[in-house]
């Protein structure tokens, strides 16, 4: 069964308008960690933000947010105002307890920003 | 700030020959991890090390072999290389394998093409 499922293969999106991409996870651990992760076209892996499970406050980094319900297993990132430069791949991870930290990864979502 | 360092950025190697991807974490970061990511695929997880040992161990074919050296530095040798080697390989780094709330950086990549 898929741990991490990023259902939305693709998505365009206007200019300056918000977008969500959906993440689902699937875990029997009551301690696990989120992450999202953005990837251009130049292929670097950069970390956008975390969400531990045990955070009751959905996480913010500037435009990022997750927006968590623990209760739904689901850990969807919102940015606000999109900009050109947020055209990318981004895929959600996901640690659980006993991993050590070996992240496990969704299928990722392309995000294309339209002028 | 200094980030996880990867070389080369890209390599050639034909069939059957052997490559050695050389990461450079973060300084004063223990613990590194080693990623695969084929084209269009999410990153599968290889390997990893902490304080010099072993830690976990993903899929990575018995071809492939990987150490963490005194200075932290890691190497991931690959031999017998096959057309379905060809990917993207990240090394990421963080401190400590365990706790919360901290992420894995990861360098730019390797791009390695088996021709």
């Known amino acids: 069964a898929q741990k991490i499922t990023q259902t939305q293969p693709g998505m365009f999106v206007q200019e300056k308008e918000a977008v969500t991409l959906d993440c689902t996870y699937d875990?029997?651990?009551?301690?696990?960690?989120l992450f999202w992760y953005k990837q251009p076209s130049s292929g670097e892996m950069i970390f956008l933000i975390y969400?531990?499970?045990?955070d009751e406050q959905n996480a913010t980094e500037g435009r990022y947010s997750l927006n968590f319900q623990k209760a739904r297993k689901s850990a969807n990132l919102v940015i606000s105002a999109s900009q050109l430069g947020d055209s990318a791949m981004y895929f959600c991870?996901?640690?659980?307890?006993?991993?050590?930290?070996?992240?496990?990864w969704g299928a990722g979502t392309k995000l294309i920003i339209k002028p | 700030a200094a980030g996880v360092i990867q070389s080369p950025r890209h390599l050639i190697k034909e069939k059957r020959e052997t490559a050695t991807l050389k990461c450079y974490p973060i300084p004063r970061h223990d613990t590194v991890y080693w990623y695969q990511q084929g084209p269009g695929q999410d990153p599968q997880f290889l390997i990893s090390?902490?304080?010099?040992?072993?830690?976990d161990k993903g899929s990575i074919p018995d071809r492939f072999s990987a150490q963490q050296f005194s200075d932290y530095h890691s190497e991931l040798n690959m031999s017998s290389l096959e057309l379905g080697d060809s990917a993207l390989y990240f090394c990421?780094?963080?401190?400590?394998?365990?706790?919360?709330?901290?992420?894995?950086?990861f360098g730019q990549g390797t791009r390695l093409t088996v021709v």
């Open positions: 090390f902490y304080e010099k040992m072993q830690s």
């Open positions: 990421a780094s963080r401190t400590s394998p365990r706790g919360r709330g901290t992420e894995a950086f």
């Open positions: 991870a996901m640690r659980e307890a006993d991993s050590n930290y070996q992240l496990i």
């Open positions: 969400q531990g499970s045990y």
């Open positions: 875990t029997s651990d009551q301690s696990y960690g």
